[in-house]
């Protein structure tokens, strides 16, 4: 079996790292953390000419057509690079529309998601506990009414796929729809609380089945941005301590900072296999995908956030200000470990999924 990653999907990286080395160098991000909370429009839209969002699409409606080990590993490239772009809300509610909408949704809506020219996003948050089919509340199918928290970028989305307790609902920006900006942690990826107040909406179609499929697909995307997170989080710390020096000598010299960055590395790495794997039961093992999309959510959300805390002390001092790089990998971990559900919901999940 070649668990290595095809010629087409290494030049797809090469490429996507190319625009981000471009575009989205940490000054840059930086940049945009401190300003209104809105993401980075010119990156995002070299995103989408590039193909990202287009890559679950079918072919006959405008995407690539490929697989959900494809769009993970670009979600690993943005997480390294904390880009601020929409990708993980729009992407998750094109895999949604995908999967659970009527023919004439699809027709009408994923060549508008492929190629940028929409932007959806998944309303799924209700409190701070109910994510899940099961535990929505809200209701209403040919009109919409209550509220939803923590909505990825729906200030700027053009649709939204709403959790209700009937199913997955289909609502564009519009009459009954209002929204209000959070003052969220992690300023790369805005997160909205969304009114609806008798909005025209649209059911969709979707079995029970196709709608757990979709926040499946969800839970590994958030992983793999954890993963590139991390990941970058144990570069930088390793990078840090080659060149910081004290008492004379880098301080990567030291016993006690060595087994620190040693015991983030054994942590970290084996977190892309996690990942993978979990893309890959998505893709080809669907009585595999729920186990494994739980336990790479729960596990990698986990490790990212023990990763910047590590980084936060391998960097001393420094690790604490604003104008290092370190709070807002910590503030994207925070938001990963918390969107979706607590990695503890996400183990309990895998657990009840296993028969246990």
Same mark, same amino acid.
């Given at each position: 079996m070649n668990f290595l990653l095809?010629?087409?999907?290494?030049?797809?990286?090469?490429?996507?790292? %190319?625009?981000?080395?471009?575009?989205?160098? &940490?000054?840059h991000v930086h940049e945009i953390f401190d300003g209104d909370g809105s993401y980075d429009a010119g990156l995002w839209q070299a995103?989408?000419?590039?193909?990202?969002?287009?890559?679950?699409v079918p072919e006959e409606l405008g995407g690539l057509g490929l697989k959900l080990i494809d769009l993970a590993i670009a979600a690993e490239l943005v997480g390294e690079y904390a880009a601020p772009v929409p990708l993980f809300g729009h992407c998750a509610a094109t895999i949604a529309v995908a999967l659970c909408g009527s023919a004439a949704q699809r027709e009408r809506w994923l060549p508008k998601l492929a190629s940028g020219e929409a932007l959806a996003t998944l309303a799924l %948050?209700?409190?701070?506990?109910?994510?899940? &089919?099961?535990?929505?509340?809200?209701?209403?199918?040919?009109r919409l009414n209550g509220k939803k928290r923590f909505v990825p970028h729906g200030l700027e989305a053009d649709l939204f796929i709403v959790g209700t307790a009937s199913g997955l609902v289909l609502v564009e920006k519009g009459e009954g729809v209002a929204v209000e900006r959070l003052d969220g942690a992690d300023r790369t990826r805005s997160l909205d609380t969304v009114t609806f107040a008798d909005a025209p909406a649209e059911p969709m179609p979707g079995d029970e089945a196709s709608v757990a499929r979709s926040i499946d697909a969800a839970a590994v995307l958030l992983a793999a941005?954890?993963?590139?997170?991390?990941?970058?989080?144990?570069?930088?710390?390793?990078?840090?301590?080659?060149v910081r020096e004290q008492y004379g000598a880098p301080i990567g010299s030291f016993q006690g900072l060595k087994h620190q960055l040693s015991n983030m590395a054994l942590a970290v790495e084996p977190g892309r296999g996690l990942y993978w794997y979990a893309a890959h039961a998505w893709d080809e093992l669907p009585e595999k995908a729920r186990h494994a999309a739980a336990q790479a959510k729960a596990h990698l959300t986990d490790i990212y956030l023990q990763a910047t805390r590590d980084t936060?002390?391998?960097?001393?001092?420094?690790?604490?200000?604003?104008?290092?790089?370190?709070?807002?990998?910590?503030?994207?971990?925070?938001?990963d470990w918390a969107w979706l559900g607590q990695p503890e919901k996400h183990r309990l999940r895998a657990a009840d999924l296993a028969g246990w």
């Open positions: 095809s010629d087409e999907q290494l030049a797809l990286l090469d490429a996507l790292r %190319g625009l981000l080395q471009d575009k989205c160098d &940490p000054r995103i989408c000419e590039m193909g990202i969002p287009a890559i679950m %948050g209700e409190g701070d506990s109910r994510w899940l &089919p099961g535990e929505w509340e809200i209701a209403g199918e040919a941005d954890a993963f590139g997170g991390a990941n970058h989080c144990v570069e930088m710390s390793v990078e840090y301590a080659k936060v002390e391998a960097h001393g001092g420094i690790g604490f200000t604003w104008e290092h790089d370190t709070h807002i990998y910590m503030k994207r971990a925070m938001l």
